[in-house]
């Protein structure tokens, strides 16, 4: 009997992006290909463009039986994804749309253009000069960024130039690994010339923007832009590090409704297609603005639960639908303001302290917690007797699971997130002196 499912390259997929592919009704219909992981591309020493061309070299032998490539995650996976796509002849979202979402200043030149009223002003800062105060042609305090930005790393408020030479230092430091890879895609890719002048080691220097932050969710299709909804952000006291993004959003109907127009205008702009996004806004209340943040070319895969408990649309498969150039149809999601009788949310379980872990919820531990929360999705991401700074970390807190619930309003989210605490035994001692 021939297999009738079509084949897709899903290359360097996360852990999460493997239980979510993995799931019945997604391999009913699809023969998905997993081709390197995510956490071999985080280990010291991992070449980018050697393992693209060995990866390349691997399959375009056996093009044909390939329908589609898809990488979900932001950095390597999606880059990685095109280019294999245009080396072996397969549709994707162009490599230069990707890149002028992931590359931070090109990205705010075609915002700019698209909508210069939601754009705050910014400014390019090269690490390898020494630093002067004419070098800032804006008024502290305000937020620095990578231009290829990756895992908030060295993005942070900055309120006096003492704070910005430790962070061009620091940047000096820090970055040159992540923008050796991002730029030999670049040097590996068709991109056009003017694109290449400014590479992924630069900083980015913005005006502070604050109010209630916000991922506004959609996808591309034929050059169509359609919306699916917008996604509240919520943070620790530190105000940087997430502690939870809720869905639907509190805001205004009106407000995302203008995020929405904001969102198309730059998504078609950059020339994105074929794919998922989500731009992240500010909004303030207190003058009704909306600032644009940034523009991923990819989907927001950790709220992929939160679209599946509160519209019952699966992401992971409507991904699939745009690879395979299928039409997702998912134009009757957009609703703000709709009341969905219920609300769901991803919290993220952290520590401000590092630790060794000491334990982790085992398989009984997990199978009690689905069967008291069926619809959940849960993530540990931390491993037993390793340090909590050995897994992928922001600069400020220690990330070690994430737990998606739903439920009919607020009150009842809380109190089912508390229940679920106590049902994930994690423990975490002290990291010996050496």
Known sequence: MTDARERILAVCPTPRDRAHFSRPEIRKTHDLEFWGTDEETHEPGFDGLQFLNETIRAIEGRRSTYRAVVGIDDFPACLMAALIAEAIGLPSPSFESLFLCQHKYYSRLHQREAAPDAIPQFHLLDPSRSLHPSDIPMALPVFVKPVKSYLSILARRINTLADLSR???????????????????VGASRL?????EIPGSFLLVEELLSGHQVTFDGYVYEGHVVPLGVVDSFFTTNGVSFQRFEYPSRIPAGVQERMARIAERCIQRIGLDRTFFNVEFFYRPEDDAIRL???????ASQFAPLYR?????????????????????????WAPGRSRGMVAASFVLRRFENGVVTRVPGPEDLERFAQRFPEAFI??????????????QDDYSFRYALVDLCAKDRNA???????AKQLLPFAFGPIASP
């Open 413 to 419: 989210l809380q109190k089912q997130f508390n229940q």
């Open 192 to 196: 056009d010339k003017r694109f290449r």
């Open 309 to 333: 408990m509160v519209d019952g649309i699966d992401l992971y498969a409507m991904q699939l639908d745009l690879a395979l150039g299928r039409n997702p149809d998912g134009r009757q999601t």
């Open 379 to 392: 993530e540990v991401l931390v491993k037993e007797g390793e340090k909590l700074s050995d897994e992928l």
């Open 293 to 299: 943040v940034e523009i991923n070319g990819r989907m």
């Open 167 to 185: 962070t061009v230092e620091e940047a000096r430091l820090r970055l040159p690994g992540i923008a050796e890879m991002f730029n030999g895609f």
